[in-house]
T-cell receptor, first 111, second 116 residues
Framework: GESVGLHLPTLSVQEGDNSIINCAYS??????FIWYKQESGKGPQFIID?????DKRQGQRVTVLLNKTVKHLSLQIAATQPGDSAVYFC??????????FGAGTILRVKS | EPEVTQTPSHQVTQMGQEVILRCVPI?????FYWYRQILGQKVEFLVS????????KSEIFDDQFSVERPDGSNFTLKIRSTKLEDSAMYFC??????????????FGPGTRLTVL
């Protein structure tokens, strides 16, 4: 029979507003975190990363915040645009080798 | 800009058949990976490959799976006897493992495998 996928949380924002996407990770030993964007039918695309010795890192229109105390990661997108619509995944890099992905959040930008 | 390429983009096969998914990682990258994503679910790690051998594999990567770097350019994933539950998007990724991109993995566009 057909398998049922996970119901992904969805964030709907108005074009021009800021978006905040959250992620909880599980492994205290993770030393590197990445946010990926995945558009329909495409592979994950790197957005921004942060090492565990930092708590904030900024890129172009994006900021990642890391709270190691509560094992929480967030991605902030400033002035969200229709082209930002996609599924966003956080990922942990454990021991410098494999990536462990989170469940993902759908971002929908309304014009 | 160099990118990871994968072929075919879509593969349809009968249950029990063997399939080979092909990837060309970015030149000069040292680590190679396969991940899969079942429709609507998160991306899952299958295997990592370095220095011509498997460096790590997940529980999903059982005896039905194998990887190979046959010619210094291609990186392949073989599934010997496909099952219905192998239907998924399969992503190849590569990592330069040095310099400013020490840990960044670059993903290909994926191959959609459909097992009937």
């Amino acid at each position: 029979g057909e398998s049922v996928g996970l119901h992904l949380p969805t964030l709907s924002v108005q074009e021009g507003d800021n978006s905040i996407i959250n992620c909880a990770y599980s492994n205290s030993a993770s030393d590197y975190f990445i946010w990926y964007k995945q558009e329909s039918g495409k592979g994950p695309q790197f957005i921004i990363d942060i090492r565990s010795n930092m708590d904030k890192r900024q890129g172009q229109r994006v900021t990642v915040l890391l709270n190691k105390t509560v094992k929480h990661l967030s991605l902030q997108i400033a002035a969200t645009q229709p082209g930002d619509s996609a599924v966003y995944f956080c990922a942990e890099n454990i021991y410098g080798n494999k990536l462990v992905f989170g469940a993902g959040t759908i971002l929908r930008v309304k014009s | 800009e160099p990118e990871v390429t994968q072929t075919p983009s879509h593969q349809v096969t009968q249950m029990g058949q063997e399939v080979i998914l092909r990837c060309v990682p970015i030149s000069n990258h040292l680590y190679f990976y396969w991940y899969r994503q079942i429709l609507g679910q998160k991306v899952e790690f299958l295997v990592s490959f370095y220095n011509n051998e498997i460096s790590e594999k997940s529980e999903i990567f059982d005896d039905q799976f194998s990887v190979e770097r046959p010619d210094g350019s291609n990186f392949t994933l073989k599934i010997r006897s496909t099952k219905l539950e192998d239907s998924a998007m399969y992503f190849c990724a590569s990592n330069p493992a040095l310099g400013e991109f020490l840990n960044e993995q670059f993903f290909g566009p994926g191959t959609r495998l459909t097992v009937l």
